[in-house]
């Protein structure tokens, strides 16, 4: 049974902290219409004059990656928002590990992922001229003319931090928890060959790799959180 609903008590809490760098060009958009005023006609999202990756989006692509995964190591893995799958885990107390890592209508969160800046507000970006090709007849869309997008420059360095909630990911130990063997294949995967996030991945846009990430364990002590070890993202 893994009935993950166990946010009455705090158990462990992990905070993951490092820098994504974008290894090719990227951008998370604001849609095909552009703030009003704009000099191009497919913009990058900002905050506060800083472009931004929103936590959102880094969970999303969290949780459609291991999805995959999930299925692969044999995981029964459903839609996030099929109701009646949803209900059935909750009436039998035996949730899917991907509920119970990014929660549910039924279960909270046991992750937190915080919006992403450049590190010192330091970036790049440049503009992309493009145009949209009809798949039939292999010409130029008619009434879609060329377009310019703004683009982050590769190599931006970009804040990243994650809480991890009553899972015991670290430090690494036997477990037959699925959800630390996904959350580890996770963080492997991005601190090695890395995840695309935003538009345009199938040219190749928006791959991110994990750099400079340590993680903090922490557990109550004397009703107050205390760090009780450190080390290396890998």
Known sequence: MNDYRDFH???????????????????????REPPLGSAVDIAVYMVNGLPCIPG?????????YLESIASSMGCKVHDPWDEQAIR?????RNFC??????????LASHVR???SYPKDGVFHMFQKTGIAIDRVFGSVRPGLGPFIEELISPKTKWTFRMDIINIDLYPE??????RVKLLKN?????????LNIGARKSVG????????AKWRRYELQDGLLKMVGEGEVK
């Open 113 to 115: 992922i915080y919006d």
């Open 56 to 64: 959102s989006s880094l969970k999303g692509l969290f949780r459609s």
């Open 9 to 31: 008590k705090l158990n462990v809490f992990i905070r993951v902290d490092g820098f994504l760098v974008n290894e090719t060009p990227l951008r998370v958009g604001v849609g």
């Open 186 to 194: 996770l963080f492997q995967t991005l601190t090695g060959i890395g």
């Open 97 to 106: 590990p991907i509920c119970g890592i990014f929660g549910n209508t039924e």
């Open 88 to 92: 059935e885990e909750a009436r039998n």
């Open 205 to 212: 846009c928006g791959l991110v790799r994990l750099e400079e």
């Open 173 to 178: 130990k036997p477990t037959n928890d699925d």
